[in-house]
């Protein structure tokens, strides 16, 4: 029985525990002692400690074939201490692991000006969270080579779901941008994001990046309207991008000076993943039948 390390015990990591747990032996690292019984009962055997302290993470060392790494870097700095931290655990074991995947962003490929780009684009991020995910990126790749461990990155967009959609931006009336001035964005549901994790467990190879994204091809307000249109909700109200400057918090701005849309070939033909959710429309879809099935 195959043995594999969680990192980043959140809800997609619950989704992917889901379809793990009956065929592999799998371990969730969690800083959090309250939530061992959850994971326990899920079918995982928690590992408590803390990627913020090297010195928690000794236990890591040689207990897993795979590691799955999901958790994000630390919000401030322009390296990701915890991945590095983590490397450092697992390579004072005796032995270690054969693969290890890495959920980035694709934010590492900055603003793009709304052009199709895929996994040879060029990584330039514009902010420093972004910028954290291509340090962690460069030392797992470097990593994986000196040592003989396969690394497969998904790089993911905005990961939404039944319960992550935006409805309450749209209740809020929080503003979106005049179509002029407004920005391709690219998505994934939560649970496709999953699935792809499994994907590369079976086909991913080593030193490859892959887009995690679905087939949607949208600006971030039509996004925003359809969710709208389908919850009976009004649509956003919009303001040019200099207005919105003087509106929004920088970090809501971030998401909103970065236009790309990306390709997911490797993602169908590398890894063989056929999304159950190729566009945010049948996401969306299958949240309003999950809440109309609720209410009825």
Same mark, same amino acid.
């Given at each position: %029985?195959? #043995?594999?390390?969680? @990192?980043?015990? /959140?809800?997609?990591?619950?989704?992917?525990? &889901?379809?793990?747990?009956?065929?592999?032996? @799998?371990?969730?690292?969690?800083?959090?002692?309250?939530?061992?019984?959850?994971?326990?009962?899920?079918?995982?055997?928690?590992?408590?400690?803390?990627?913020?302290?090297?010195? $928690?993470?000794?236990?890591?060392? *040689?207990?897993?074939?795979?590691?799955? !790494?999901?958790?994000?870097?630390?919000?401030? *700095?322009?390296?990701?201490?915890?991945?590095? #931290?983590?490397?450092?655990?697992?390579?004072? *074991?005796? $032995?270690?692991?054969? &693969?290890?995947?890495?959920? $980035?962003?694709?934010?590492?490929?900055?603003?793009?000006?709304?052009?199709?780009?895929?996994?040879?684009?060029?990584?330039?991020?514009? &902010?420093?969270?972004?910028?954290?995910? @291509?340090?962690?990126?460069?030392?797992?790749?470097?990593? /994986?080579?000196?040592?003989?461990?396969?690394?497969?990155?998904?790089?993911?967009? *905005?990961?939404?779901?039944?319960?992550?959609?935006?409805?309450?931006?749209?209740?809020?009336?929080?503003?979106?941008?005049?179509? $002029?001035?407004?920005?391709?964005?690219?998505?994934? !549901?939560?649970?496709?994001?999953? +699935?792809?994790?499994?994907?590369?467990?079976? !086909?991913?190879?080593? #030193?490859?990046?892959?887009?995690? @994204?679905?087939?949607?091809?949208?600006?971030?307000?039509?996004?925003?309207?359809?969710?709208?249109?389908?919850?009976?909700?009004?649509? +956003?109200?919009?303001?040019?991008?200099?207005?919105?400057?003087? %509106?929004?918090?920088?970090?809501?701005? &971030?998401? %909103?000076?970065?236009?790309?849309?990306?390709?997911?070939?490797?993602?169908?033909?590398?890894?063989?993943?056929?999304?159950?959710?190729?566009?945010?429309?049948?996401?969306? +879809?299958?949240?309003?039948?999950?809440?109309?099935?609720?209410?009825?």
């Amino acid at each position: %029985m195959q #043995n594999i390390l969680i @990192v980043g015990s /959140g809800d997609v990591a619950r989704r992917i525990l &889901s379809q793990l747990a009956p065929r592999a032996r @799998v371990y969730a690292l969690l800083r959090d002692a309250g939530r061992a019984g959850d994971w326990r009962a899920a079918g995982a055997t928690p590992v408590l400690a803390d990627l913020d302290d090297r010195a $928690s993470l000794a236990r890591l060392a *040689g207990l897993a074939d795979c590691i799955l !790494h999901l958790a994000p870097p630390p919000n401030t *700095g322009q390296r990701d201490t915890r991945t590095r #931290n983590l490397l450092a655990a697992l390579g004072k *074991g005796k $032995s270690l692991p054969r &693969s290890l995947i890495y959920v $980035s962003t694709t934010g590492v490929y900055g603003d793009c000006g709304g052009a199709v780009i895929d996994e040879t684009r060029r990584l330039q991020p514009e &902010s420093a969270r972004a910028g954290r995910r @291509v340090d962690a990126e460069r030392c797992l790749r470097e990593w /994986g080579a000196r040592n003989g461990v396969a690394v497969s990155i998904l790089r993911a967009p *905005g990961i939404y779901a039944a319960d992550r959609l935006p409805v309450e931006r749209l209740h809020k009336g929080t503003p979106a941008l005049v179509d $002029s001035d407004d920005v391709y964005t690219n998505h994934i !549901h939560a649970d496709d994001l999953a +699935a792809a994790c499994l994907a590369t467990l079976r !086909h991913g190879r080593a #030193n490859r990046a892959y887009n995690a @994204v679905d087939d949607s091809d949208l600006k971030m307000a039509d996004y925003f309207d359809r969710v709208a249109a389908a919850f009976a909700l009004p649509k +956003a109200p919009r303001l040019s991008r200099a207005e919105a400057e003087k %509106m929004l918090p920088p970090v809501q701005m &971030s998401f %909103m000076r970065e236009s790309r849309r990306i390709g997911n070939r490797r993602l169908k033909n590398e890894l063989k993943l056929r999304l159950a959710f190729p566009s945010v429309d049948d996401g969306i +879809a299958d949240a309003l039948a999950r809440r109309n099935a609720c209410s009825s």
